[in-house]
């Protein structure tokens, strides 16, 4: 090799661009933090001297007079969500099961997509065609159609997580149950109860925490209202309408109540959350189930 | 010439005789040495101290069974072994009388000195055969067209793959086959002239066919390059090498000329690798 | 015995596939119910629907192009502010801690925490913070010194399309820096190896290897922020004014399509709710379209990583 085709050292160009992208690559990640150490701490700051017994207990009041608060609104937004873990749980851990261990079947493929491209769809869409199917039908804006428009938010999430997990569980486990003559349904039943139940649960939270967040299926279907509901027939209050309905509202002491509702919502948020990263750790956790 | 100079020379010579006559090294120069080199994955010490040379122009096969540290010890050679999550290294590689672990050394520029090809073919599967092959030109900011075509074609006849890619270049370098594709690196590795090249047991995915290609190559390369090999296959060692390195349990059992290694051990662990006893 | 074995597989493998059935059916029942819903707005007015440019519900005037341009103008913004740091976010966490596990799994939960914030808690930051802070230290100073560029000749107000494309910016960030963060986390470190022995600093490994690898999978991240910013609606309602308005200008208000069905669906009647209904058709079919690729994306990053690694 006589003459060199490449200089002799690295240019000083390359290495200023070197720090100058990880400073770059640094500064992103201050930036995105940023607005999160903002929004939790305005909630606290904003929110805590709204919280008392009170406000936790009582009915909310006319516009501009003192007191009042959000019980039927946590009893609402608990209602819906109870309404919709009925419907969302069975069916999203059926079909979760089936996208595990039948997971090459056309049905499982096809609905497995279905799935994911259900998990990342608009919320209001499901509410529009909830009001469509129950509330536009009946003329009744309700709980239950607030927890129905809820439950199809929580079966994607559901379902993913499931049948992720269940594929955590090595093959060999299955293989020697079957060898032992135990029956395929039963094999996966003892494996869906035994070996993947943790994810299935993390599954269940993470569901159940980004019902309780979603605002616009409920605005579409349940609506709103001041008093505790009648029934589950009848239109109901809850949080996230509350603080969108207060937020966006002149009134300073509704205002106010905006903030303290959302920062008990976020510690309802918080609790669920990290209820799941200490009850199961990263491999289920890390994978994007809130998609 | 100053009297420094001269008698720096004289001292030269004479190690280098010391050399020769101590260790069989016949007359050529040390290219790369390691004193005292540790390594270490976490708590656990993969190198235990480890002192070998290298010769110019000459290929070092490192053998030893699975485990022994002679992959870790090629890739402390280079500085790619620090990048791995909780890899430590301690002691010294010294690059022409220059300790590349010395602080004000920049890794950067000893791997471009220092080439590897790895142990299963890696080419960058977005860029094509003539873009795999001038990747660290580009790196290096080389833009000129003449001199792109001039090395890829040179690095390609160097790795015996020219003839066979000719007429692809544009093409993706993942439809090669695997023995192409390694030779692919080989060239990839050349065209940025390292001074030394590392291979880590470059044909253990191989058949013996694309294996004989590659080795026909490596027998080429010791003309401008010292070439550096980590082989299990006792065959392979035998037919490349000049010196062979033999490593147990991260340490060098025994260093010499291949000849003597195969014929004479003097270490009875070597004789037993060699025979087939383990490893 | 066999038989009744038999059955017992039989009968859960039914209850399994009604259940994934189930899922089928709801997508397919959605488009049905929103076609049907729409019918007498996509009979009355027909393609024209989507290029209207006026939305006067008291003359039965309905058009969508406002608010599909709203939608796809916030969206930009978000991507355009988004895209960047989520990537920033990603490189960092996968190649530069890769000898501190536990900083980036803290950081990771950071961001995971950012994408569980419910959108109305956004938006209410949004309205109380988020406004008067743009409005008095970024769209005021860019109006007075930059007020010649169309883009920044408004006046600011705080309740526009630049604020609803910040705050969607910071809500889809959490979403792509997810993504991207797995995805460059299966590129197999031997094409960062092969990269490095040439000589490359550690930028150039990342731009020259690690990213051309993961190209489609940091695309399918990306396709998927922007389809959570096509979706979002409570937090981009309560800022961004809701005027149906095509303009250049940023510090102006307008609106979504999410915006438009979440502001005025609780008094709408008639031809005007059929209306409201086919513009949540518009969004199915966007958020469709969007999704699928994103997921095909994300697939062949993941399932086609295995076969050239």
């Known amino acids: ?291 | 010439m100053t009297k420094n100079s001269i008698s720096w020379m004289q001292n030269h010579v004479r190690r280098q005789l010391k050399i020769s006559q101590n260790k069989n090294l016949d007359s050529s120069t040390v290219k790369l040495a390691t004193k005292d080199l540790k390594a270490k994955f976490g708590k656990a010490q993969v190198l235990k101290g480890i002192n070998i040379t290298f010769p110019e122009n000459r290929v070092t096969a490192i053998m030893g069974p699975s485990g022994c540290g002679k992959t870790t010890l090629i890739r402390c050679l280079n500085r790619i072994h620090e990048l791995t999550p909780n890899a430590k290294v301690e002691g010294e590689v010294i690059l022409d009388g220059v300790n590349i672990y010395s602080p004000q050394v920049d890794p950067v520029a000893i791997r471009r000195r220092i080439g590897m090809v790895f142990q299963k073919a890696n080419p960058f599967p977005t860029m094509s055969i003539f873009d795999n092959a001038v990747a660290g030109l580009k790196l290096a900011g080389v833009r000129n067209k003449e001199t792109l075509d001039r090395v890829a074609e040179r690095s390609l006849r160097m790795a015996f793959l020219w003839d066979e890619v000719k007429n692809d270049l544009k093409k993706s370098g993942l439809n090669l086959s695997g023995g192409q594709q390694q030779r692919l690196c080989i060239a990839r590795a050349l065209a940025v002239e390292p001074e030394v090249i590392l291979m880590d047991e470059p044909c253990s995915a191989l058949d013996p066919l694309a294996t004989a290609k590659i080795e026909e190559s490596i027998a080429a390369l010791k003309k401008d390059f010292t070439v550096v090999i980590v082989t299990h296959n006792l065959q392979q060692a035998a037919r490349v090498s000049d010196f062979t390195a033999f490593m147990y349990l991260g340490q060098l059992i025994e260093f010499g000329a291949t000849k003597d290694i195969f014929e004479a051990p003097k270490n009875p662990l070597t004789e037993k690798y060699i025979t087939g006893e383990f490893g | ?309």
């Open chain 1, 1 to 291: 090799m006589t003459q060199s085709d490449l200089p002799a050292s690295i240019s000083l160009w390359r290495k200023i661009l070197n720090k100058l992208m990880t400073i770059l690559v640094i500064v992103a990640v201050v930036l995105a933090i940023i607005p999160l150490l903002l929004i939790l701490g305005d909630v606290f700051i904003r929110g805590a001297p709204a919280i008392s017994i009170g406000f936790l207990t009582k009915l909310p009041t006319a516009v501009n007079v003192h007191g009042g608060g959000i019980a039927n609104a946590i009893v609402g937004t608990f209602t819906m969500v109870g309404i919709a873990s009925l419907i969302a749980i069975p069916i999203g851990i059926g079909a979760g099961i089936f996208f595990s261990e039948w997971s090459s079947s056309r049905l499982s493929m096809v609905s497995g997509f279905m799935n994911d491209v259900l998990t990342g769809f608009p919320s209001i869409v499901l509410g529009l065609f909830v009001f469509v199917i129950l509330v536009a039908t009946t003329k009744q804006f309700s709980a239950f159609a607030g927890g129905v428009a809820l439950s199809f938010v929580m079966l994607p999430i559901i379902a993913r997580t499931t049948s992720e997990s269940l594929k955590l569980v090595p093959n060999t486990l299955r293989e020697a149950s079957m060898a032992l003559g135990i029956p395929r349904w039963k094999t996966v039943l003892r494996i869906v109860i035994g070996t993947g139940k943790n994810g299935l649960l993390t599954g269940i939270l993470l569901a159940v925490a980004r019902a309780t967040g979603e605002t616009a299926p409920i605005l579409l279907t349940a609506s709103t209202s001041v008093y505790f509901a009648k029934s589950i027939f009848a239109p109901t209050a809850s949080l996230t309408v509350l603080i969108y309905n207060y937020g966006t509202s002149a009134s300073q002491n509704w205002q106010t109540q905006a903030w303290g509702a959302a920062l008990v919502l976020i510690l309802i948020m918080l609790a669920v959350n990290l209820l799941v990263k200490l009850t199961v750790g990263r491999n289920l956790t890390g994978k994007r189930l809130e998609l």
């Open chain 3, 1 to 309: 015995m066999q038989f009744k074995v038999l059955r017992g597989d039989t009968i859960l493998k039914i209850l399994l596939a009604t259940a994934a059935l189930f899922i089928i059916g709801l997508v397919v029942a959605l488009a049905a119910e929103l076609f049907l819903g729409s019918a007498s707005s996509i009979h009355s007015f027909g393609p024209s629907f989507l290029i209207g440019t006026q939305w006067r519900s008291s003359q039965n005037v309905f058009g969508a192009l406002p608010f599909i341009y709203g939608t796809l103008l916030t969206s930009a913004i978000a991507i355009v502010i988004g895209f960047p740091i989520s990537l920033g976010v990603a490189i960092f966490i996968s190649e530069k801690l890769k000898g501190h596990q536990t900083f980036g799994y803290g950081l990771g939960i950071i961001v995971d925490l950012l994408a569980a914030v419910p959108s109305v808690i956004y938006g209410l930051w949004g309205v109380f913070i988020l406004i008067p802070l743009l409005r008095d230290y970024v769209e005021t100073p860019l109006h007075n010194s930059l007020g010649f560029i169309p883009l920044f000749s408004g006046n600011p107000f705080g309740y526009d399309f630049f604020t609803s494309g910040v705050l969607l910016a910071i809500m889809v960030i959490p979403t792509m820096s997810a993504v991207t963060r797995d995805v460059l986390s299966v590129v197999p470190n031997s094409q960062r190896e092969a990269m490095y022995s040439l000589g490359a600093t550690d930028w150039e490994v990342t731009q020259k290897s690690v990213l051309p690898y993961a190209r489609s999978g940091i695309f399918g991240g990306f396709i998927l922020g922007l389809g959570r910013a096509f979706g979002e609606t409570m937090a981009v309602t309560m800022v961004i004014g809701n005027i149906p308005n095509i303009t250049t200008n940023l510090f102006s208000a307008g609106a979504t399509l999410s915006s438009l069905i979440a502001n005025n669906f609780g008094e709408s009647t008639g031809i005007y709710q059929s209306a409201i209904i086919e513009i949540g058709l518009i969004l199915f079919f966007v958020a469709l379209l969007v999704n699928g690729l994103a997921r095909f994306m994300l697939w062949r990053m993941t399932s086609g990583a295995r076969g050239r690694a």
